[in-house]
């Protein structure tokens, strides 16, 4: 099984920018369908973004479309979520997530779907 851990999280200004990693270890990542969710306090896990195996296709609620970007660099074994023209309302605990298939066209869009998480990583946009 894949482990998971993000890093890059902190405190920025509205406007301002971050970037957020997240370095798999145990298995290859090409083989995993990834997602960045984010959870706020007294709100339920919301997807933020998610990519196909090899990084072809992501998937982006309307809520950040524009603003996130998610990349990977499987031979580093990594993924990323690049967030710009961030808002208060990006503050949240931000997870990345893994979910092993076969296929190269699936991206999964919903938590319950992705089998491995990472500890997650604080984002508090102030205002």
């Known amino acids: 099984q894949v482990q998971l851990v993000e890093s890059g999280g902190g405190l920025v200004q509205a406007g301002g920018s971050l970037k957020l990693s997240c370095a798999a270890s145990?298995?290859?990542?090409?083989?995993?369908?990834m997602g960045w969710f984010r959870q706020a306090l007294g709100k339920e896990r919301e997807i933020v973004a998610a990519?196909?195996?090899?990084?072809?296709?992501?998937y982006y609620p309307d809520s950040v479309k524009g603003r996130f970007t998610i990349s990977r660099d499987n031979a580093k074994n990594t993924v990323y979520l690049q967030m710009n023209s961030l808002k208060p309302e990006d503050t949240a605990v931000y997870y990345c997530?893994?979910?092993?298939?076969?296929?190269?066209?699936?991206?999964?869009?919903?938590?319950?779907?992705?089998?491995?998480w990472g500890q997650g990583t604080q984002v508090t946009v102030s205002s």
């Open positions: 990519t196909d195996r090899h990084g072809g296709n992501a």
């Open positions: 145990g298995r290859p990542l090409s083989n995993y369908v």
């Open positions: 997530a893994a979910r092993f298939t076969a296929f190269t066209a699936p991206i999964f869009t919903t938590a319950m779907e992705y089998s491995v």
